[in-house]
């Protein structure tokens, strides 16, 4: 089973509004982080934001927000006020702290951001 | 914050040749490297993870024979692709974890490389 999905692979969104892109995980660590990266067309995997499993509030990263929603396995990133250069494509990823540390991504998606 | 320098940034090899691509962390110590494949328009998807002064451990699938791993450093990892071949094209990523995780840091002691580009003709 695929541990990080993404249902969205494409999404559009008008410079200036917010936009929610989707991210649910599987997991039966009880610790665990899940970090969203931006990848613009250059490549570069760009942190924007992470969410550790015991942490009671929401991250919140300038105009980055992730709504954690823990019981329903789900952190989804939420931006604000869009930018042309927030088009990029989008991952979510997950860490198990006790299952190997290393990330397992999802799909992705990309973003359009329309002038 | 800590940076982790990538080269090359893209490689253009003939079938048969071997290339190697270097991962150093410039500013902190990497215990743990791990390597990522990324086809166009596809995920990243772990390829091996190496620490420091022992073999690497790689995912299903991925031969260890064709891509070497040497992480004979805190500060340096080389992936080498040998004998590539065209649907060895792809994009190379690694990403360090440091030593000691400094929870200060943005990115909670991961740092990717900026990537390889490599092409096989």
């Known amino acids: ?41 250059s490549g570069e995997m760009i942190f924007l934001i992470y969410q550790g499993s015991y942490d009671q509030q929401n991250a ?3 105009r980055y927000s992730l709504n954690f929603q823990k019981a329903r396995k789900s952190a989804n990133l939420v931006i604000s006020a869009s930018q042309l250069g927030d088009s990029a494509m989008y991952f979510c990823a997950m860490r198990e702290d006790n299952y190997g540390q290393n990330f397992v991504f999802g799909p992705g998606t990309r973003l359009s951001v329309l002038p | ?24 962390s410039l500013d902190f110590q990497a215990t743990t490297m791990f390597w990522y ?33 040497n992480h ?3 500060t340096l990892s080389t ?17 360090a974890r440091e030593r000691s995780e400094n929870r200060g840091s943005r990115d909670y002691g991961y740092t990717f490389g900026s990537g390889t580009r490599l092409t096989v003709v």
């Open chain 2, 72 to 74: 004979a450093s805190l």
């Open chain 2, 1 to 24: 914050g800590a940076v982790v320098s990538q080269h090359p940034s893209w490689v253009i090899c003939k079938s048969g040749t071997s290339v190697k691509i270097e991962c150093r």
């Open chain 1, 1 to 41: 089973a695929q541990k990080i999905t993404q249902t969205q692979p494409g999404m559009f969104v008008q410079e200036k509004e917010a936009v929610t892109l989707d991210c649910t995980y599987d997991t039966s660590d009880p610790s665990y982080g899940l970090f969203w990266y931006k990848q613009p067309s």
């Open chain 2, 37 to 69: 494949r990324q086809f166009p328009k596809q995920s990243l998807m772990l390829m091996a993870t190496s620490n420091e002064g022992s073999k690497a451990t790689y995912e299903q699938g991925v031969e260890k024979d064709k891509f070497l791993i």
């Open chain 2, 79 to 95: 992936l080498t692709v040998t004998s590539a071949h065209p649907e060895d094209s792809s994009f190379y990523i690694c990403s």
């Open chain 1, 60 to 62: 919140t990263e300038g």
